[in-house]
């Protein structure tokens, strides 16, 4: 079982910056896929970013040139840096791993933007 831990959601002003981390536990982070995604009130949970073991990136539509993603292999560490930020981008953002045989999901940071 690998275990993800969170942290850096909170409150920020529109057009501001965030940084999400997630740290996972366990060996297979470098052989992993991760990524984040976010749920807002009332809408299907949705694609934010993925990073995978190649370190190839994908981002959903509505993030492409606001957030990037990237991993910090020596800390078993996953980021998503999150600029320009929109009150449409409040949600519940999940890091998210897989890799074969293992599927694993954080609890959850609230990211609120507001004014």
């Known amino acids: 079982q690998v275990q993800l831990v969170e942290s850096g959601g909170g409150l920020v002003q529109p057009g501001g910056s965030l940084r999400l981390s997630c740290v996972a536990s366990g060996s297979i982070f470098s052989r992993s896929t991760m990524a984040w995604y976010r749920q807002a009130p009332g809408k299907e949970r949705e694609l934010v970013a993925l990073i995978n073991s190649a370190g190839t990136r994908t981002y959903g539509d509505s993030v492409k040139g606001r957030f990037t993603i990237y991993r910090e292999i020596v800390k078993n560490a996953v980021h998503l840096q999150m600029d320009s930020l929109k009150a449409e981008d409040t949600a519940v953002y999940y890091c998210?791993?897989?890799?074969?045989?293992?599927?694993?999901w954080g609890q959850g940071t609230q990211v609120t933007v507001s004014s």
């Open positions: 998210y791993l897989h890799s074969v045989g293992v599927t694993s």
